[in-house]
């Protein structure tokens, strides 16, 4: 049931992103392992689409904030107000509290505002004036960011940068998908008669159900091996976390379960990997001036831990 509603998510998406195989299938498998997506990449590659394709997909209410400057936590979280009518406060809520939630550029916001997220985040509530909200499920944050441009930007502090699940980059089109982009959108944009091919309900099912497939011992071991000779890399200062550890294993699963098993594979983890770790680790002074770049590193480390095998 979870391969064939991901297959009929990831070509409805594809109606309005053409290609891209990997990037939606690693999108579906960070919604079914409950995590949140820090996409990267230069303008004009998709990623707003991207995340209003899937919110429309999986029948998801879908907000956009527009991260600037002089953006609020309360104009991300809502506010109480004092109601003169009824002579008393009410909570006006902001735009966290939806399913599918575009943080557009997150970096240009003020630390402060940004730290609005982590609790989102985290434990999936908001705090207004003492009073907890409970935040709607599924609940997906997707965060962009332009890698090029750092005039006017705050850099993510590594508590919040920890929390997404995965970093991707969408990438330019191939020269057949650039083309086919055209013909497709040479009349009609697609995204207007996008329809949903689930439900929430459905999205929630599948993400319990995703929790059940089967990890070896052997593969679990595998994982917390990748994750710890992060840690003692000697070309790395910041290893990844604990919270890697369980994303590497969750992501896993999900990534197994797309692809129509009930047990997750030692190249499950593998392929998993980049985007769950490269953001993660922070390379040490040396190394950056050298050039060396996180991705590598990730690569590395993946093609010298050894892989379990069948006995």
């Not at 891209?20 to 303008?43: C, M, Q, T, W, Y």
Request: proline share 7%.
């Amino acid at each position: 049931m979870i391969a064939e509603t991901a297959r009929r998510v990831r070509e409805n998406v594809q109606r309005v992103i053409i290609g891209k195989d990997e990037v939606i299938n690693l999108v579906l498998a960070a919604v079914l392992s409950e995590g949140h997506i820090l996409l990267e990449d230069v303008p004009g590659t998709g990623k707003t689409t991207l995340a209003k394709a899937l919110a429309t997909s999986l029948g998801c209410e879908f907000r956009r904030i527009q991260f600037t400057p002089d953006l609020l936590p309360s104009d991300v979280t809502g506010i109480n107000y004092f109601n003169q009518k009824r002579q008393e406060f009410e909570y006006r809520p902001g735009p966290i509290l939806s399913q599918v939630v575009l943080a557009d550029e997150i970096n240009r916001a003020t630390p402060r505002t940004q730290s609005a997220l982590l609790e989102a985040m985290q434990e999936r509530q908001v705090t207004v004036d003492l009073e907890t909200k409970k935040l709607p499920r599924p609940f997906l944050v997707i965060a962009t960011q332009n890698p090029i441009e750092l005039e006017g930007t705050f850099p993510l502090p590594e508590a919040q940068i920890d929390r997404f699940l995965m970093r991707i980059d969408i990438g330019y089109p191939s020269l057949d998908e650039e083309r086919d982009l055209l013909t497709r959108f040479r009349t009609d944009d697609p995204m207007e008669t996008l329809a949903p091919v689930t439900e929430p309900e459905t999205v929630q099912q599948m993400i319990r159900d995703v929790r059940a497939i089967r990890v070896e011992q052997s593969v679990h071991n595998y994982i917390v091996d990748v994750i710890r000779t992060t840690r003692a890399h000697h070309e790395v200062d910041l290893g990844a976390s604990p919270r890697a550890t369980l994303a590497l294993y969750r992501s896993s699963q999900a990534w197994a379960a797309i692809q129509g098993r009930d047990f997750v594979l030692p190249d499950d983890v593998k392929r998993l990997a980049p985007a769950v770790m490269t953001h993660r680790i922070m390379l040490s002074p040396q190394m950056r001036l050298r050039g060396r770049k996180p991705e590598e590193i990730v690569a590395d480390i993946v093609n010298t831990v050894p892989v379990p095998v069948e006995a």
